[in-house]
């Protein structure tokens, strides 16, 4: 996905070297032979980064992985890739959303999936626009972990990138905060910026609402208040470029979800699953 190739970028400008696995072969051949991607036009990537077709071939000798496929096609792609996966290696999670089927987040999907310990596993969320990393516009962000130590590999991973790294436990808080924001960014495409108190209204409603279910199912409250929060929160719901908050401006113009989602020329919405 685009939010993965953008952190691919990042990193690798730090000399680390970097694998993608990817199912598109236009994808890979661009990768490896121009060092480009179609999704960010006129950014040239690292040597370092390359891209491969088969996981096993991408998956040997990681010291971490991170994974960023589509949440809804998750369950399935990660039963495939869980004999792949070295011991003690770091997971990091990037997929935002909640499995339409299952109603499970991402870490309940991973611990069905994968055979390794929670403490492997790490999830990233926050306002990051995939566009503006990949450009070096500096970002705050939130890794969620059990285990501090996993977390403080993944901040020693980003340290010299353009994107800081706060810890946190709150594992739940932390995933509910990135799925649910989504489903108010397509509400405020729809009310849409010539009616801004409406839209205010409704995303300062959006974070009691938020707040209530996080508690209710486990998470704290200051989760919902901090960057994973409220700073995703008004950026997916107020930046033209969030891919949900255009959703609901196409569904503004009175087309159906069908045509709205073929309009969004696959840009996943998380917001609809």
């Given amino acids: 996905g685009s939010f ?13 070297i970097v694998k993608i696995i990817s199912r598109q072969t236009q994808a890979i051949h661009d990768m490896n032979h121009n060092h480009t991607s179609k999704k960010f036009p006129g950014i040239i990537f690292p040597h370092s980064v390359s891209a491969y077709e088969d996981p096993k071939e991408a998956l040997h000798g990681c010291d971490y992985i ?13 039963k495939k890739l869980s004999p792949l996966i070295p011991r003690n ?7 935002k959303g909640i499995h339409t089927e299952s109603l499970k987040i991402m870490s309940q999907i991973m611990s069905d999936c994968l055979n390794v310990p929670a403490h492997q596993c790490g999830f990233l969320s926050g306002p990051n626009l995939a566009a503006q990393l990949v450009t ?22 980003f340290s010299k990138t353009n994107m800081k790294v706060h810890a946190s436990k709150d594992v739940t808080g932390v995933l509910l905060c990135g799925a649910l924001k989504n489903i108010y960014a397509i509400a405020s495409g729809i009310i849409g910026d010539s009616m801004s108190n409406l839209q205010a209204a409704m995303i300062t409603r959006a974070c009691s609402e938020i707040t209530l279910l996080v508690e209710a199912m486990g998470g704290y409250r200051d989760t919902v208040y901090g960057v994973a929060g409220i700073g995703d929160l008004m950026l997916t719901c107020y930046s033209p470029s969030s891919r949900n908050y255009r959703l609901g401006k196409i569904l503004r113009e009175g087309k159906s979800l069908k045509d709205a989602l073929e309009e969004m020329k696959g840009n996943v919405s998380e917001g609809v699953g």
Wanted: glycine content about 10%; overall charge negative; cysteine-free.
């Fill in 136 to 157: 070096g516009v500096p970002s705050d962000t939130v890794l969620a972990s059990d285990d501090v130590t996993m977390a403080g590999k993944v901040q020693a991973l």
């Fill in 89 to 95: 290696v770091p997971i990091i999670s990037t997929s």
């Fill in 4 to 16: 993965g190739k953008a952190l691919s970028h990042s990193i690798g400008s730090q000399g680390h």
């Fill in 66 to 78: 991170i994974y960023s496929a589509s949440m809804q096609e998750s369950h399935t792609y990660l």
